[in-house]
Each structure stands twice: as C-alpha cells, then as structure tokens.
C-alpha cells in the first residue's frame, strides 16, 4: 500500500532546474565552456561541485583549475542562482503540483523532500510549501549523491517507512537511477528518452495525476 510520496524539487515542483542552468551556462562563459540542454540533461540531479567537475571535464578543462579556484568557480554560481531564485513566488508552483500536494494530503499519504539542493528549503520556504512537507532530507548529512539511493532511502526512513511503501518522483535521470536503486516506483516527469527508465513516466507537471499515479503503483 502506497504511504509516502518522495519528491525531488528542481524542475518537479517548481522550474528552478531553468536556473541552474542559466547560472551554469554563464559561469561557463566567463571560463570559455559553452554548452547546451542537451548536455544540461546529464547535470540534473547532480550536487554542485559534481555539476562543475562534468561542465570542466565536457570542456577539456577538468585538470586546469584548483581546489581552491573551482570552488570560487562554484561559489560564483550559486550567488547567481541565488540572484535567479529571489524572484520566486508560490506563483512559480509548476501545474498539478499543488492539486497533487493537496490530494495527498486528503489521502493520508506522507510527503517528503528529496532535493540534492542545499538551497531547497529557501525554495520550498518562499514556494510557501514548507507546511506540507513532513521530511525534507538535508543533502548536507549524505555520504552520496544521486544516482546512489541514499537520499530516497534517508528520506523513506525519516518518515518511517519502507521502500515498498514510497513513491519517488524525479525530472532527472540521475534522479530516477536513485529511486529505482532505492527499489521504489519511480515516477518520471520529462521526455520518453530520458525518463525511460522510470516505472512510469508523464511529459509534464500537470499529468502528474494522485489517482493516475496509485493505479499505475498498485499495477506494478
Ligand atoms: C539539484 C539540481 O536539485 O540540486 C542540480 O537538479 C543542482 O542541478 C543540485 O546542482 C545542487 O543544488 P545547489 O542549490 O546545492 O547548488
Ligand atoms: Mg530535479
């Protein structure tokens, strides 16, 4: 029986993945790295300092910068992105999401944050969802990333209960490698090729559907 639903935050909630990626791409910039969303697709999901080391690696730079300078380098980044993320608003709450939160809650059914981001709970706070969610699992206290499972499995622990129990929804790839290997049902949000390997997959948002969702679950 379906307990808890474990979202993931940029680009299933709101579109904060946008962001990330304009803050990247001009970071990339100023050090002559240009690249494209297809490329964006493999830095979803992926924490800070791992999303630098692949744009330097794509760009033939992965040996020329220090410790010290790609953290500046990182650093830089998320003062932009936090420039990006002031605007937020709950108006920026992406479609059927909040229908979705308010189903589950008429369900009883638990919700958890599951955001590599260590600014999720800004986010989440000026979303105004802080309320809803019962867990959100600080990636400060992870040993690993996605794709590893252990930020799925933290936060079914957190919230009692087993892997059986949980739902993940993620709009990346790494994302869904994450809760397939934390032996949940995965739910993809994005394209039929990058979300192939989710249990179950929509296009957007606002397809993301409680009763849809329960019936493709319990199907399995
Ligand atoms: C994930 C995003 O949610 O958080 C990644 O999908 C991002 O793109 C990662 O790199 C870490 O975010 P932050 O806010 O801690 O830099
Ligand atoms: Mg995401």
Known sequence: MLKGIIFDLDGVITDTAEYHYVA?????????IDFDRDFNENLKGISRMDSLERILEYGGKANDYSREEKEELAYEKNEQYKKLIKQITPANILPGIKQLLEDCQQKEIRLALASASKNGPVIVERLELTEQFEVIVDPATLEN????????????????????????????????????????????????????????????????????????FENQ
Request: hydrophobic fraction near 40%; proline fraction near 2%; charged fraction near 35%.
């Open 24 to 32: 990247w791409k001009e970071m990339g910039k100023k050090i002559g």
């Open 145 to 216: 990333g996605k794709p590893d499972p252990e930020i799925f499995l933290k936060a079914a622990e957190l919230l009692g209960l087993s892997s059986e129990e949980c739902i993940g929804i993620e709009d990346a790839e790494a994302g869904i490698e994450s809760i397939n290997r934390a032996r949940m049902f995965s739910v993809g949000v994005g394209s039929a090729d990058s979300m192939k390997e989710a249990n179950y997959f929509v296009k957007d948002t606002n397809e993301l559907n409680l009763k849809k969702i329960l019936k493709k």
